[in-house]
T-cell receptor, first 116, second 109 residues
Framework: EPEVTQTPSHQVTQMGQEVILRCVPISNHLYFYWYRQILGQKVEFLVS????????KSEIFDDQFSVERPDGSNFTLKIRSTKLEDSAMYFC??????????????FGQGTRLTVV | RKEVEQDPGPFNVPEGATVAFNCTYS??????FFWYRQDCRKEPKLLMSVYSSGNEDGRFTAQLNRASQYISLLIRDSKLSDSATYLC??????????FGKGNQVVVIP
């Protein structure tokens, strides 16, 4: 069964450093997403990406964050100058079409980011 | 009003019993709705989509009430393996899901 894969599964970084979280979406999917979940809290939307550009982003997704699809398979989230409050589980997801039109989004297993 | 509201529980359910819970959403323009299951420190896994008046998949039944802006999930004949947090996720716009905090279900032997 096709699945979304994320690497690494766990990343520890020092405050102020930059991290890149990587995702390989399901191959025939066209929409890609990043969500995050701070421990004990709800899953929060960060950004959606379609046709090589951001289609929607939340207030959380400020200039500290960026996304990129560097090749035909990878989708990355870059976090610059990490802060302690960036510690969370980051989930990548993909869907065939936009979730508003019906198709389901499938999530990767997540990258646990710990900023120390 | 929050985008999505769920009673976090926990819902302690005897094995074999039926449990049901609701989720209310604030955006009346939402057209697609989903239930996800999340195990502790794992990713949300799609349980079922909820379209129009609802649908059923085995022991799970989801209903949508557009007038009152809520969706429900019912689990029949609960199994120990059903213990998890169930996340309600209406789609907002075309490109994002709004998640609730989830309903935690604990099935007790």
């Amino acid at each position: 069964e096709p699945e979304v894969t994320q690497t690494p599964s766990h990343q520890v970084t020092q405050m102020g450093q930059e991290v890149i979280l990587r995702c390989v979406p399901i191959s025939n999917h066209l929409y890609f997403y990043w969500y995050r979940q701070i421990l004990g809290q709800k899953v929060e939307f960060l950004v959606s990406f379609y046709n090589n550009e951001i289609s929607e982003k939340s207030e959380i997704f400020d200039d500290q964050f960026s996304v990129e699809r560097p090749d035909g398979s990878n989708f990355t989230l870059k976090i610059r100058s990490t802060k302690l409050e960036d510690s969370a589980m980051y989930f990548c997801a993909s869907s065939e079409e936009g979730t508003g039109s019906g198709p389901e989004a499938f999530f990767g297993q997540g990258t646990r980011l710990t900023v120390v | 009003r929050k985008e999505v509201e769920q009673d976090p529980g926990p819902f302690n359910v005897p094995e074999g019993a039926t449990v049901a819970f609701n989720c209310t959403y604030s955006n009346s323009a939402s057209q697609s709705f989903f239930w996800y299951r999340q195990d502790c420190r794992k990713e949300p896994k799609l349980l079922m989509s909820v379209y129009s008046s609802g649908n059923e998949d085995g022991r799970f039944t989801a209903q949508l009430n557009r007038a009152s802006q809520y969706i429900s999930l019912l689990i029949r004949d609960s199994k120990l393996s059903d213990s998890a947090t169930y996340l309600c996720a209406p789609a907002l716009g075309n490109n994002r899901l709004a998640f609730g905090k989830g309903n935690q279900v604990v099935v007790i032997p």
